[in-house]
């Protein structure tokens, strides 16, 4: 396997393009990826994207991209991996460089989901659950979050309180991303005041609906000299899969797939939680952020939300998550989460990110959860002057 780096990135401001189409937004990250990186042809693209059939009816968005954007005839197909697709996606396009079987490869994120926001894209996004024993029953996705930050707050005596830091956090960091879809500081009293959504969670647990796409463009280490100074390396690339219903897990309070990935990608890059310098965790609600915290090694179980007691996330903190306002500030178009993630490690690692930057940072790692937890793909990255 060779070393991969990523030369190029691209991404679209996050929010309501009502006057873009799929195609379009996907075009604007990756001509940006392109001017970044350099380069003119590519060797192959992938898209992450979890809801054009169900929202936009075009599905086969791989031909479609890969045309728009003038490269007809390279190989392109689309993953889907519920929320998870952008990072999947990211994946296939670091394995086809690392095995050498292609040289050049993009990876996008792509999704609009604000041209229906009613009963179809709820529907649509419960799809990403059991549909057999779960979506069946009318149960929506906040629905599904709402019963496991219960059962959380019970087990561990934890108040719906306890999780304002990271709410309060992600807008604060928001708040300085020029792509970010809320760019307004929040308080903790506001969190408390804000009305409910499907008890426990509330207004500001979660993330918002939004469109966007983002792009990263891939190749071997040995060769990213000759397109940038730039270049950030990928230490560590995995996936790893739970069940898609809650009720069958071991411990629904517990995100296995997080804990083996993180796991898998500490081997690869030969690192611990200990060395990682910012966590761009999957905060589409606040439980989430818990729980990935948990099982990614930074907080011991049940005691994810300590962390937000002290500044401990903040970007001065021990280990600081959602740097850019993450899900929950920059938004959520969720087949495109996982490249924004990426491309904002990258940003940190390049010393881009503004007045959001992570001092002196060195390795960071991305994390994208598709469904409850049933794919979860954990990515480590590190800076190329090292």
Request: proline share 3%; aromatic share 6%; glycine share 10%.
């Amino acid at each position: 396997m060779r070393d991969v780096s990523i030369i190029g990135i691209g991404q679209t401001p996050v929010g309501e393009h009502w006057d873009k189409s799929l195609r379009h937004l996907a075009f604007d990250a990756l001509v940006a990826a392109k001017r970044d990186a350099g380069i003119e042809r590519a060797d192959a693209i992938y898209v992450g994207n979890m809801l054009s059939g169900e929202i936009s009816g075009q599905a086969h968005l791989g031909a479609l991209i890969a045309d728009f954007a003038g490269l007809r005839g390279i190989e392109a197909i689309k993953v889907e991996a519920a929320c998870a697709s952008a990072a999947a996606a990211f994946r296939q396009a670091y394995i086809g460089v690392a095995s050498g079987l292609q040289n050049i490869v993009i990876a996008l994120g792509v999704e609009k989901m604000t041209d229906d926001v009613g009963s179809k894209l709820t529907a649509g996004l419960a799809s990403a659950a059991d549909a057999d024993y779960e979506a069946i029953h009318g149960v929506s996705f906040v629905a599904l979050n709402a019963l496991i930050m219960r059962r959380y707050m019970h087990e561990y005596r934890v108040t719906h309180e306890d999780f304002a830091g990271f709410s309060v956090n992600a807008h604060a960091n928001g708040a300085g991303n020029p792509n970010a879809m809320f760019r307004r500081p929040i308080s903790k009293e506001a969190f408390i005041r804000s009305g409910m959504v499907a008890d426990p969670i509330g207004l500001l647990d979660a993330s918002p609906m939004a469109d966007g796409a983002a792009a990263a463009i891939l190749c071997p280490a040995e060769q990213a000299r000759e397109f940038t100074d730039n270049a950030v390396r990928i230490k560590a690339s995995a996936l790893a899969t739970d069940s898609l219903s809650i009720h069958d897990r071991r411990d629904p309070l517990w995100l296995q797939a997080a804990e083996d990935s993180a796991k898998h990608a500490y081997r690869q890059a030969g690192v611990g939680p200990q060395d990682i310098d910012f966590f761009e965790l999957h905060d589409a609600f606040t439980i989430m952020s818990a729980l990935s915290l948990e099982a990614a090694g930074f907080a011991e179980r049940g005691k994810g939300t300590w962390l937000t007691g002290d500044g401990e996330i903040s970007l001065e903190g021990k280990i600081p998550i959602t740097t850019r306002g993450g899900l929950k500030a920059r938004g959520h178009p969720v087949g495109a989460t996982g490249l924004y993630q990426i491309v904002e490690a990258v940003q940190q690692l390049r010393g881009e990110a503004g007045a959001n930057q992570v001092a002196n940072a060195r390795l960071g790692m991305t994390q994208n959860i598709g469904g409850s937890g049933a794919t979860i793909v954990t990515h480590i990255f590190e800076r190329a002057d090292l």
